[in-house]
């Protein structure tokens, strides 16, 4: 029922389903497939019914900022929640190293995966991880933003670590408050960290007119400079820990 009020809320107040979303291509992926032996993969899955490649959305402010860095042997993608299907069978293709179409054990034990995302592209990276779990595949480090979705609040044992950031103002659009491990053996629960926008301004410039004037907190939050320094600070950690880069 939550979803399900959000999604309406969402698609009412910033008339999105008024157009299509540009979904992503394959050919729109810059990642080599399959990935040199030692890489990182990460995928941000922007909310809603956002175009991939939103330059205006914090998910994809987030993965140019890590492009910008030139990390040696990180990849970094988006893509709307819609599209992961295609998401899943390239990240299968990127380990597949002897390109047989299929993951053996080594291919799958050798995955450095990063998945984050907002709203609806929030509870993808969740989805995505579970799928990937058929497959052997492991992920390092989920960030969730505000997470709407079903079955969004159980983190599968093949990820090794989830943060979760949310609002709980009141209003028909709040995010999951609190995500816990499958199995706390093989998955540690960095935080569920609560924000409120109750009295408080963000800069919403890069939002549609309407929905500035609605002022939700679930929009808010997508633009709280805060929150963003957060999730790619915690990306930045895990990357250190993978030893791409040095410790700081």
Not at 82 to 96: E, G, I, Q, Y
Not at 208 to 224: E, L, Q, Y
Request: hydrophobic share 40%; with cysteine; proline share 6%.
């Amino acid at each position: 029922m939550r979803t399900a009020i959000a999604a309406l809320t969402l698609a009412l107040i910033s008339g999105c389903p008024a157009r299509a979303e540009k979904k992503i291509r394959r050919s729109d992926l810059i990642t080599p497939a399959p990935m040199p032996r030692g890489s990182l993969l990460i995928v941000g899955f922007l909310g809603a019914w956002e175009d991939w490649d939103n330059a205006k959305r914090s998910v994809r402010k987030v993965a140019l900022s890590l492009r910008e860095k030139n990390l040696p042997g990180v990849f970094v993608e988006t893509a709307g929640n819609h599209s992961r299907k295609l998401v899943r069978r390239f990240v299968l293709d990127a380990l597949d190293s002897n390109r047989d179409r299929k993951l053996n054990l080594e291919e799958a034990g050798a995955s450095d995966l990063i998945l984050y995302g907002q709203s609806f592209g929030a509870a993808a990276c969740v989805k995505l991880a579970r799928e990937l779990k058929k497959s052997g595949v492991k992920v390092r480090l989920i960030v969730m933003v505000d997470s709407i979705g079903r079955d969004d609040q159980v983190i599968p044992c093949n990820v090794k670590k989830a943060l979760n950031l949310y609002q709980r103002d009141p209003g028909p659009v709040r995010g999951e408050s609190k995500i816990r491990a499958e199995d706390p053996s093989q998955t540690s629960i960095l935080g569920n960290i609560p924000f409120t926008y109750l009295f408080r301004e963000v800069d919403m410039s890069d939002y549609p007119k309407i929905a500035r004037k609605a002022a939700i907190s679930h929009w808010k939050m997508d633009n709280d400079p805060v929150v963003w320094t957060l999730v790619e600070n915690a990306i930045l950690a895990e990357i250190a820990q993978a030893r791409l880069i040095p410790e700081p």
